[in-house]
């Protein structure tokens, strides 16, 4: 089983519409969580961290069940400029003070006009 | 500031030829990291390095070796490059907090 695991997609969808991924980790000690989103050939840019509370950063909400152990992240109004793969990253803390991640092989979205 | 750069963007290697991967970064971070991303497999972490002067293994360090001997840098070398080294390569930094900044990448190939 892999440690954090996406449905890979593709997900298409058109301009305006409300689109959600999931993500699932492994390791119920994980400590912090994050989405990236990674453009063609391009490096992966953090898109927001996610609280244990849910946050919200304009279009975009991310959610956390820790008992579930599973992530989310909801885009609203979906833009072409949207289209990108969306990476789920985990912070599963198992190397000391070291700040490694986990990523997910992310999903892959694709606005259509 | 640039951030992180990568250098060089590109690179065909024969296999059993070496090379090294150079990464700076300017925003004085305390941690730097060297991934590859391969189709469908996620970026893995290669090495990693927690200071000037340290060195640690990641997930995937064999045929890889590191150094960091200045804060700003961290190199990446191939000794005999063999053709599963064919991916893309990132390096990326981090203040001690987790966030990562990432740098553009070196697509390297290897025939």
């Known amino acids: ?113 | 500031n640039a951030g992180v750069t990568q250098t060089p963007k590109f690179r065909v290697l024969k296999t059993g030829q070496s090379m090294t991967l150079l990464c700076a970064q300017d925003m004085n971070h305390e941690y730097m990291y060297w991934y590859r991303q391969d189709p469908g497999m996620g970026l893995r972490l290669i090495h990693y390095s927690v200071g000037e002067g340290t060195t640690a293994k990641g997930e995937v360090p064999d045929g890889y070796n590191v150094s960091r001997l200045k804060k700003q840098n961290f190199l990446l070398g191939l000794e005999s490059a063999a053709p599963s080294q064919t991916s893309v390569y990132f390096c990326a930094s981090s203040p001690k907090r987790d966030t990562q900044y990432f740098g553009p990448g070196t697509r390297l190939t290897v025939l």
């Not at chain 1, 959610?63 to 912070?91: E, F, G, H, M, P």
């Open chain 1, 1 to 113: 089983r892999k440690e954090v695991e996406q449905d890979p997609g593709p997900f298409n969808v058109p301009e305006g519409a409300t689109v959600a991924f999931n993500c699932t980790y492994s390791n119920s000690a994980s400590q912090s969580f994050f989405w990236y989103r990674q453009d063609c050939r391009k490096e992966p840019k953090l898109l927001m961290s996610v609280y244990s509370s849910g946050n919200e950063d304009g279009r975009f909400t991310a959610q956390l069940n820790r008992a579930s152990q599973y992530i989310s992240l909801l885009i609203r109004d979906s833009k072409l400029s949207d289209s990108a793969t969306y990476l789920c990253v985990v912070n599963m803390g198992t190397s000391g003070s070291a700040r490694q991640l986990t990523f997910g092989s992310g999903t892959q979205l694709t606005v259509l006009p």
